[in-house]
């Protein structure tokens, strides 16, 4: 995922009969890239690259031959650009096909002269650059976490006093949920250095009840699905639902332990009739890459027992702005996507659950390959 970086091609050097000339070159630009930027990319001289416009469109260069790939590419990790490799096969014809345009003295020459330049670069811009960025996401995520433990501490003080003083009423109950709402509408919203997309082209209100599954990458999922719609029963894990920082939230909000869901099930039928939804990750873990995982059946098959509609959401970007194994919060764009809503009694999958799950799992793994 490099949408807003490069892709440079990465060839096999062992493998593919490179010219001896052209495997010291790649192997020289490799160690000076290293140098000027601390980061390692196995071909930084593969002609084999895409580049975003994003990346690229402030870019002012001073060379303008074979120099200039090293150049971009020390420019764009200096300006905190991803920069991304891939791996690409290539075919290089006998000696006396090939077709060169390298002066090696000259070119050589201007390599090292530029080499020389980019070594006071990274020393006066390209490494304090980069240690202000790190400095500066850091302050973010303490702010971040330090505004999620203020927030979570309030929210166990207003479900205190208005589900245990105050009574679990129905009342009260969905007025604590309509006041998790906000709160995850204006994390979601306002998360530094991010900006927040939204997409319900069907125009989904959330008032019928229905089954409501989303793919799976970040900590920052669950208040995505919250911000939604106040009316919301959440399955979770067994850690998420005895969790000492948020799990009285969770309980506070009456959300359920998949462990339980047997029996809870007279329960979660008692909310559905009072008009909440089931929300379900079919995924069943955080996706460590934001690819989509395998989708479990559990999810469809309690569709088909309650005979509920089934309502897909698709996120994307939050597995970017915070990875799973990664506690710094990152810059990035938050995406999500009500799709239109699967009716149970319009279905070819009615009767078909097995069916319904592959028939989704297939339509996220799409969408998440097209973004």
Not at 61 to 79: D, H, K, P
Not at 341 to 348: F, M, N
Request: aromatic share 14%; proline share 5%.
């Amino acid at each position: 995922n490099c949408r807003d970086g490069i892709v440079v091609g990465s060839r096999n050097l062992n493998e593919e009969n490179m010219p001896g000339e052209n495997t010291f070159a790649n192997k020289f630009s490799n160690f000076w890239f290293m140098l000027h930027t601390g980061q390692k990319i196995p071909d930084t001289q593969s002609g084999y690259r895409l580049y975003s416009l994003n990346a690229i469109k402030w870019e002012k260069l001073i060379t303008n031959r074979y120099e200039a790939e090293l150049e971009l590419l020390v420019f764009a990790s200096w300006g905190g650009k991803k920069i991304a490799h891939t791996p690409v096969r290539v075919y290089y014809p006998p000696k006396e096909e090939r077709v060169s345009h390298f002066r090696p003295g000259r070119d050589f020459l201007r390599i090292t002269i530029l080499n020389t330049i980019l070594c006071f670069g990274a020393l006066i811009y390209g490494y304090p650059a980069k240690l202000y960025r790190l400095i500066k996401q850091i302050l973010y995520t303490l702010f971040s976490f330090l505004y999620f433990i203020v927030m979570a501490i309030i929210l166990t003080i207003i479900g205190f006093c208005l589900i245990t003083i105050g009574g679990a009423t129905e009342d009260h109950k969905l007025r604590y949920h309509k006041i998790l709402q906000r709160h995850s509408k204006f994390v979601v919203k306002h998360i530094p250095g991010t900006k927040f997309r939204f997409c319900n082209p069907s125009g989904e209100n959330f008032h019928k009840p229905s089954i409501i599954i989303s793919n799976h990458q970040s900590h920052l999922d669950l208040m995505a699905i919250i911000m939604l719609t106040p009316k919301l029963i959440i399955l979770t894990k067994n850690w998420v639902w005895r969790n000492p920082f948020y799990g009285i939230i969770i309980r506070y909000a009456n959300y359920f332990p998949l462990s339980e869901i047997d029996k809870m099930r007279d329960n979660i039928c008692h909310q559905i009739e009072k008009g909440y939804s089931v929300v379900i990750f079919p995924e069943g873990t955080r996706s460590p890459n934001s690819k989509i995982g395998r989708f479990h059946r559990g999810a469809f098959y309690l569709a088909q027992e309650l005979n509920l509609d089934i309502i897909p959401i698709y996120l994307n970007g939050f597995g970017d702005v915070l990875p799973k194994n990664s506690f710094l919060l990152k810059k990035g764009e938050l995406f999500v996507e009500v799709m239109p809503k699967i009716e149970r009694d319009k279905s070819e999958f009615a009767q078909d659950w097995r069916g319904m799950c592959r028939s989704l799992h297939a339509l996220y793994i799409n969408k998440n390959e097209c973004e």
